[in-house]
């Protein structure tokens, strides 16, 4: 499907992949207005050339507010689909949903989402100007109203169950005595790869984000040590709160670890080594996730050379200790080459000796 694109340039590229991921073909870029027009987001002018454009659909690397969906969809009159950032992360999420899981968490976002809305269309009466699904009536609408609440609580109760079970089986793991690791960190930063590697599966990896929607768990010895490996879905700068809310049963797999491993691509810019850093622990903040052992695993090691290695992971860990405690250590590795594979499993099992057993024995 063609579409336009409306981005800042700081975004640029991370707002073309995630396009790409979607399965849309980029045909035209627009930067993103500095003050956004109060009734469609994007200036008119670019707004009355969009209606001469035969293209598919309209993503603003953005977060819109109702009264944009709703005005742009009038001028234009329902026949271009209007994405902002949150429903384009949808969309790519919706791709992997794999899990009944994911697919809950995923409607459940797109309804709180479209919620709003309707009650904007409802609350100034412009019914019959809209089209589709926005121009049912207004008795329409408050069915449609009473609909979404219903949907939203059903599948809120759902989610609730999975997290209750899936907190019942971290116990299980726990009185079993089997620590848990968990991957994370950037999306397409590697944390599937070095899954695969620690466990010998062939979960789908390639350079599309989101290929992991739903926490991916298996049973694995590192030194003679059993441990409980969990893959999670990927982080992005600046990811929007209504993704964190709607995936919080998926991202709390993190929260429930004993270590957690810290994915970073150290192959990418200095600058935007850090921002990804700054997003991730940002991220963890939300999830309530401190004082948490992390051991960061700086991959893609391959792609750099050599000589620049100790100097970019000295400053990873540098600013990772600025940003949270306690980091544990930071280990250079490449998922390609298996660089540094036997150190990487050498760290993890010293970790889980050190950090689990002390934690069982404040416990008890």
Same mark, same amino acid.
């Given at each position: 499907?063609?579409a336009?694109?409306?981005?800042?340039?700081?975004?640029?590229?991370?707002?073309?992949?995630?396009?790409?991921?979607?399965?849309?073909?980029?045909?035209?870029?627009?930067?993103?207005?500095?003050?956004?027009?109060p009734?469609?987001?994007?200036?008119?002018?670019?707004?009355?050339?969009?209606?001469?454009?035969?293209?598919?659909?309209?993503?603003?690397?953005?977060?819109?507010?109702?009264?944009?969906?709703?005005?742009?969809?009038?001028?234009?009159?329902?026949?271009?689909?209007?994405?902002?950032?949150?429903?384009?992360?949808?969309?790519?999420?919706?791709?992997?949903?794999? /899990?009944?899981?994911?697919?809950?968490?995923?409607?459940? &976002? $797109?309804?709180?989402? #479209? @919620?709003?809305? +309707? *009650?904007?269309?409802?609350?100034?009466?412009?019914?019959?100007?809209?089209?589709?699904?926005?121009?049912?009536?207004?008795?329409?609408?408050? /069915?449609?109203?009473?609909?979404?609440?219903?949907k939203? &609580? $059903?599948?809120?109760? #759902? @989610?609730?169950? +999975? *997290?209750?079970?899936?907190?019942?089986?971290?116990?299980?793991?726990?009185?079993?005595?089997?620590?848990?690791?968990?991957?994370?960190?950037?999306t397409?930063?590697?944390?599937?790869?070095?899954?695969?590697?620690?466990?010998?599966?062939?979960?789908?990896?390639?350079?599309?984000?989101?290929?992991?929607?739903?926490?991916?768990?298996?049973?694995?010895?590192?030194?003679?040590?059993?441990?409980?490996?969990?893959?999670?879905?990927?982080?992005?700068?600046?990811?929007?709160?209504?993704?964190i809310?709607?995936f919080?049963?998926?991202?709390?797999?993190?929260?429930?670890?004993?270590?957690?491993?810290?994915?970073?691509?150290?192959?990418?810019?200095?600058?935007?080594?850090?921002?990804?850093?700054?997003s991730?622990?940002?991220?963890?903040?939300?999830?309530?996730?401190?004082?948490?052992?992390?051991?960061?695993?700086?991959?893609?090691?391959?792609?750099?050379?050599?000589?620049?290695?100790?100097?970019?992971s000295?400053?990873?860990?540098?600013?990772?200790?600025?940003?949270?405690?306690?980091?544990?250590?930071i280990?250079?590795?490449?998922?390609?080459?298996?660089?540094?594979?036997?150190?990487?499993?050498?760290?993890?099992?010293?970790?889980?000796?050190?950090?689990?057993?002390?934690?069982?024995?404040?416990?008890?």
């Amino acid at each position: 499907m063609k579409a336009i694109l409306f981005s800042s340039d700081e975004y640029l590229d991370e707002a073309k992949t995630l396009s790409e991921t979607a399965g849309y073909e980029i045909v035209s870029i627009y930067k993103l207005p500095k003050k956004p027009n109060p009734s469609y987001y994007i200036q008119e002018d670019k707004l009355n050339k969009l209606k001469n454009e035969n293209i598919d659909a309209i993503i603003v690397f953005d977060l819109l507010k109702p009264r944009h969906f709703i005005n742009l969809n009038k001028e234009l009159g329902g026949k271009m689909k209007i994405l902002d950032k949150l429903l384009l992360l949808l969309e790519i999420f919706a791709l992997h949903a794999g /899990s009944k899981e994911a697919q809950l968490q995923i409607e459940l &976002a $797109k309804l709180k989402y #479209e @919620l709003p809305i +309707i *009650k904007d269309v409802y609350k100034k009466h412009k019914i019959s100007e809209q089209q589709g699904l926005l121009g049912a009536g207004v008795y329409g609408v408050e /069915s449609i109203l009473r609909l979404y609440h219903r949907k939203i &609580a $059903k599948i809120s109760k #759902e @989610l609730m169950h +999975i *997290k209750e079970l899936r907190e019942s089986q971290v116990k299980q793991h726990e009185s079993n005595g089997i620590p848990t690791v968990a991957i994370t960190g950037y999306t397409n930063a590697g944390k599937t790869s070095i899954f695969n590697i620690l466990t010998g599966l062939h979960q789908k990896v390639d350079s599309s984000m989101f290929t992991t929607t739903a926490p991916k768990r298996f049973k694995i010895s590192i030194n003679g040590q059993k441990i409980m490996l969990v893959d999670t879905v990927g982080f992005i700068r600046g990811i929007p709160p209504q993704i964190i809310e709607a995936f919080f049963v998926t991202l709390s797999e993190i929260k429930y670890a004993d270590i957690i491993l810290l994915v970073v691509d150290i192959s990418l810019e200095d600058t935007l080594i850090l921002e990804m850093l700054k997003s991730s622990f940002s991220t963890l903040r939300e999830l309530g996730i401190s004082g948490k052992p992390i051991l960061i695993v700086a991959n893609k090691t391959d792609k750099i050379p050599y000589e620049e290695i100790d100097r970019r992971s000295d400053l990873i860990y540098k600013i990772s200790n600025e940003i949270y405690s306690p980091i544990i250590g930071i280990i250079p590795f490449s998922a390609k080459t298996l660089y540094n594979l036997s150190n990487l499993k050498i760290k993890i099992a010293e970790s889980l000796l050190m950090y689990y057993n002390q934690e069982k024995r404040e416990i008890t």
